[in-house]
């Protein structure tokens, strides 16, 4: 059910005076523009597929790791659980979550590099600029518009899931300084203006951080049941040593898999509760009184406090060494890699391979357009799908385990 104006933070997005769509609907009897926005994005095939597209683990490791599926709905969870704590619209902060992992191509950010490589001449690819390339354009579901026609605020949320992309004077910051800003961010930004110099709303802040908690706390879970590390493993880290340590005080003789358990469901709590008291005490100090308030701050309202926020980088330091740079994941992943570039460069020598509804056209495109549409096309597929099509183009395809 969505909040009540009245129930709302003066600072959070107020459904009831959205900045509207680009293509202008009438209002619902029934539901609030956020609300659409999250039904419209569950009822889409991008979102369908999120169910075979990797986390960190493909789909040949077994059925209990997380997908890209499970994934969004963890950040999904923790989302609203933020949005509710801070008086925050929660539907919004649950649309944010839901779409932010859409632009993924298959095999996770194995398969984004690939691409990003594969269209080093054309701008390169960038998942946060795919997502809203699927929700803008690729998902044709309506009569009279491309996309999603997604609230204003949903879409200012996903392009500025890492913050502002430039700065006052309009110069590209983080990742996108040495390319500029992905021409399709550009191009669209040009139809409707992003805001791309400012903070997004408290919603989206809350949901970029919710996805950072989903993947802290599952990837140490999956990688405990992969036995990539221990639980022993995991004390090199203060803080993780210091909650395992107050489980076995509270919880003798409890075997190691409970254990597991409920040390990620302590991290969770931590790591959310710390959230919920460093952006409350933030959002006093700024005291804004609109979400234009928020947008217009120096620094981001919601984040960890300084000594949460170290330990957090220490748990994606020990990710990174342990898990995403073990040897059994980088092998696979570089396999998967080569399959989304031996897709690429296939179709793009031969057009024909591809399917009938992507071939049309494709040749008015030109040089780039073209391969941004290959790209289009091999983002849009499952771990499944892209395997079926290399062992359907190629003699030999890989056992991705």
């Known amino acids: 059910m969505t909040v009540p104006a009245a129930a709302l933070a003066p600072y959070a ?128 579901r309506y009569p009279s518009f491309d996309g999603l026609n997604l609230t204003w605020e949903t879409l200012e949320g996903l392009v500025k899931h890492n913050g502002p992309l430039v700065d006052k004077q309009g110069n590209p910051l983080g990742h996108y300084a040495a390319r500029g800003i992905p021409d399709v961010i550009a191009d669209y930004n040009r139809l409707q203006d992003l805001r791309l110099g400012s903070y997004p709303s408290a919603e989206a802040q809350v949901a970029a951080v919710a996805d950072d908690i989903a993947y802290n706390a599952h990837d140490i879970d999956d990688g405990l049941r992969a036995a990539l590390f221990t639980l022993q493993d995991l004390t090199a880290i203060p803080a993780a040593a210091a909650i395992i340590a107050e489980i076995r005080a509270a919880f003798q003789g409890l075997d190691e898999a409970r254990v597991a358990h409920e040390f990620v469901r302590r991290l969770i709590g931590l790591l959310i509760e710390d959230l919920i008291a460093e952006t409350a005490r933030r959002l006093a100090k700024l005291d804004p009184h609109s979400a234009d308030g928020v947008r ?72 780039h357009g073209g391969a941004r549409h290959i790209a289009d096309f091999i983002a849009g597929m499952t771990d499944r799908y892209a395997l079926a099509e290399h062992a359907r183009l190629f003699d030999s395809t890989p056992e991705l385990r």
Request: hydrophobic share 40%; glycine share 4%.
């Open 13 to 140: 997005c107020d459904p009831a005076h959205s900045r509207g769509r680009l293509h202008p609907e009438p209002q619902s009897k029934t539901r609030s523009p956020f609300r659409r926005d999250c039904d419209r994005i569950i009822h889409s095939t991008a979102f369908r597929r999120l169910k075979h597209k990797t986390q960190v683990f493909v789909f040949d490791e077994g059925d209990h790791y997380r997908t890209r599926l499970t994934h969004t709905l963890e950040v999904a969870q923790i989302a609203r659980a933020l949005a509710r704590a801070l008086s925050l619209d929660e539907d919004l902060a649950e649309a944010l979550a839901l779409a932010h992992d859409l632009g993924h191509p298959p095999f996770g950010h194995a398969g984004e590099r690939a691409l990003d490589e594969c269209l080093s001449a054309c701008g390169g690819f960038d998942h946060n600029a795919q997502t809203l390339r699927v929700v803008t354009a690729l998902e044709r």
């Open 296 to 367: 217009g701050a120096p620094a981001a309202v919601a984040t960890f406090s300084a000594q949460t926020a170290n330990a957090e980088s220490v748990i994606k330091v020990f990710l990174k060494e342990r898990m995403y740079r073990h040897e059994r994941i980088q092998r696979v992943m570089n396999e998967a890699a080569r399959v989304v570039r031996e897709l690429f460069a296939r179709y793009s020598a031969h057009p024909d391979d591809l399917p009938e509804e992507w071939r049309e056209g494709l040749a008015s495109l030109g040089e």
